[in-house]
């Protein structure tokens, strides 16, 4: 099976809004490492383009993001990239915790991180699948709009991983709410994650893009400076309602996950790849 030529990642800017596509709808926009330092790349561009005022993130296709890219004919977790989101060492090369948490620090948590300190506000344009690793970068969005066919889900305790690395449940969603969304693996329509307060709109599929459009014009209207200080205000308000230590402590305890289900089992997975998953999800 030949790889796709097609960019991983799309740049387009319209006036003062500049859209970000992830651009592997074969996969349902599964994010291989490839697409995570693309991702990098077009954020970097919006943030040094001083006519760009605010960036939507969107999917290609039918669906926004299916997660992490565990199966797929282009997975490339083995390859080295030049770190950018921290100071740790390359993952390659390295066995066990070592690889694997060298790696998710940078390309899971750091990258999100990262991604979150865009200095201008960021909307997450989402239809159909929002699961896992796409879970995560529709939650360091500052805003969301979903059309009425998207569902959220993070399936991976059926891993015996406690959540995914960005594990920003208990700030986007009541904790309750939060943990049945986790012990069960259900997903979440796109109405209730509105009702929640997870989403800010609920759209038809055949108006996301406009609308999502729409919505950051109207937003690119405000002062550059203004915008960025006011996502800054907010932000440090989550970090000290603990988001910042929140999320230290859930990486810690999701490779505690990993390295029992390596030591008990299989893989660092717990024998859970893409099939077994999909095949839990139908309750089989």
Known sequence: MGMSTDPTVRYERKGPVA???MNRPRYRNAQNSAMTYALD???????????????????????FSAGHDIGTPE????????RRAGLWWDHCGKAGADNRFAREAEVYLGMCRRWRELPKP????????????????????????????????????RMGIPGVEYFAHPWVMPPRVAKEF?????????????????????????ELDVRSQALATRM?????????????????????????SGLDAAF?????????????????????????????GRGA
């Open 252 to 280: 810690a305890l999701h490779h505690l996950a990993h390295a029992h289900n390596a030591e008990t089992g299989d893989d660092p997975l717990g024998g859970m790849d893409i099939d077994a998953m999909k095949a839990k």
């Open 41 to 63: 790349d077009a954020f970097q561009r919006a943030a040094g383009d001083d006519g760009v005022k605010v960036v939507i993130l969107a999917g290609a296709g039918e669906h």
């Open 220 to 244: 690119a209207a405000m002062p550059r400076m203004g915008l960025a200080l006011a996502k800054r205000a907010v932000n440090q308000a989550e970090d000290l309602q603990g988001l910042h």
């Open 19 to 21: 859209t970000v596509t």
């Open 122 to 157: 960021l909307i997450a344009s989402v239809q159909g699948a929002c699961v896992a690793g796409g879970l995560m970068l529709a939650w360091v969005c500052d805003l969301i709009v979903a059309s009425e066919d998207a569902f959220f889900a993070d399936p991976v305790v």
């Open 75 to 82: 997975r490339d977790a083995h390859l080295p990239h030049a």
């Open 182 to 206: 986790l012990y069960t693996g259900d997903r979440m329509n796109a109405r209730r994650a509105y009702e929640i307060g997870m989403v800010n709109h609920v759209v038809p599929r055949e």
